[in-house]
């Protein structure tokens, strides 16, 4: 009878654990990932990007005066550029103007992002555009200006930055923007 009853409770407790991990494997309706699929947004008429226009007046050769005013402005006639969903941007073009005290002008030129296609690389030529051009100020016989490039709608910290020198010859320079330079103008304004 013993053995009978070892037997029977031995049956009973090995179904009851089969019955638990048979009901543990199974999923509920409840736990079930809900999948989407992305949709991307479609491209709207061409965007533009705001290019402020800025003046300010510095003291450079000889303490002289002069009056900095950056224009920029979206550009219909440069090609667009296109983002991967296929939205268009409008290119920026931006003029830098120095007229001195006496209001005749040192020096003025637009520039576009083609004046700089020297540093950029292919997808930058084709994908990014002329974010702005800012004024760092003078530096002995060069005046300094920072060129920035960027896809559209990034951020700044993606932009690509160049160094544009204009000497007191109004001759022009180009080089690849070194964080220093800005950090140098930042305590020569201090002083």
């Known amino acids: 009878m013993k053995r009978l009853s070892f037997v029977i409770w031995h049956l009973?407790?090995?179904?009851?654990?089969?019955?638990?991990?048979?009901?543990?494997?199974?999923?509920?309706?409840?736990?079930?990932?809900?999948?989407?699929?992305?949709?991307?947004?479609?491209?709207?008429?061409?965007k533009t990007s705001s290019v402020d226009a800025v003046t300010d007046e510095v003291e450079w050769i000889e303490?002289?005066?002069y009056l900095v005013t950056i224009r920029g402005r979206a550009d219909n006639t440069l090609p667009m550029v296109q983002d991967e969903n296929g939205q268009k941007y409008i290119d920026n073009s931006v003029?830098?103007?120095?007229?001195?005290a006496d209001s005749t002008t040192f020096f003025n030129h637009t520039y576009t992002k083609g004046a700089f296609a020297h540093w950029l690389s292919r997808d930058y030529q084709e994908k990014a555009i002329l974010t702005g051009i800012n004024l760092l100020g003078p530096d002995g016989n060069v005046m300094k200006f920072v060129v920035s490039l960027?896809?559209?709608?990034s951020s700044d910290d993606e932009s690509l930055d160049l160094l544009l020198q204009v000497d007191n010859m109004g001759n022009e320079d180009v080089s690849p923007f070194v964080y220093n330079d800005r950090d140098d103008l930042d305590m020569m304004e201090q002083e």
């Open 150 to 153: 960027n896809y559209p709608e």
């Open 95 to 100: 003029t830098i103007d120095v007229k001195r």
């Open 63 to 65: 303490g002289r005066h």
């Open 12 to 46: 009973t407790f090995s179904l009851a654990l089969l019955t638990l991990l048979a009901c543990k494997g199974k999923k509920t309706q409840d736990t079930e990932i809900i999948k989407t699929d992305y949709v991307a947004p479609k491209p709207t008429a061409p």
